[in-house]
């Protein structure tokens, strides 16, 4: 009787862990120039719509498939070192509130309770 139970539970446990997505994910490339990249996870493609550097060079453009609540930059230190209110699908951050080095941007988006995030490096 003992092994009815015990065999359907390991075998249940064993098919879990299994089947359990515990990858972080691959980085996607949204947009790369000589002086920058900014990426994502592939398992954030489906809420970044397009990542664009204005024609003067001077700014980010990042679409997202649902409206944008705010965006926090994290400096390479992991503190938030500026937080945008967005409203829109849309933003256009100034790429002077960045020197050369590694940042993370965290989207709030609506619907969403965890941050979305894309990582910029410049060069």
Same mark, same amino acid.
């Given at each position: 009787?003992?092994?009815l139970?015990?065999i359907?539970? /390991?075998? !249940?446990?064993f098919?879990?862990?299994?089947? &359990?997505?515990? %990858?972080?994910g691959n980085?996607v490339?949204?947009l790369? &120039? @000589?002086?920058?990249t900014?990426?994502?996870e592939d398992?954030?493609v489906?809420?970044f719509?397009s &990542?664009?550097m204005?024609e *003067? $060079? =001077? =700014?980010f @453009?990042f @679409?997202?498939s649902k +409206?944008? +609540? /705010?965006?926090?930059?994290?400096?390479? *230190?992991?503190?938030?070192s !500026?937080q945008?209110t967005?409203?829109?699908?849309k933003?256009?951050?100034n +790429?002077n509130? !960045? %020197?050369k080095? *590694?940042? +993370?941007?965290? /989207?709030?988006? @609506?619907? *969403?309770? $965890?941050?979305?995030? &894309?990582?910029?490096?410049?060069?």
């Amino acid at each position: 009787m003992k092994n009815l139970i015990l065999i359907p539970m /390991f075998l !249940f446990s064993f098919l879990t862990l299994a089947l &359990a997505n515990n %990858d972080s994910g691959n980085p996607v490339t949204l947009l790369s &120039a @000589e002086s920058m990249t900014v990426s994502i996870e592939d398992t954030e493609v489906s809420t970044f719509v397009s &990542a664009e550097m204005t024609e *003067d $060079q =001077n =700014n980010f @453009e990042f @679409e997202t498939s649902k +409206k944008i +609540k /705010f965006v926090q930059i994290y400096g390479e *230190d992991g503190r938030i070192s !500026f937080q945008l209110t967005v409203g829109s699908n849309k933003v256009r951050i100034n +790429k002077n509130l !960045f %020197d050369k080095g *590694d940042y +993370k941007l965290g /989207f709030k988006v @609506e619907g *969403d309770s $965890q941050l979305h995030y &894309a990582n910029v490096n410049l060069n």
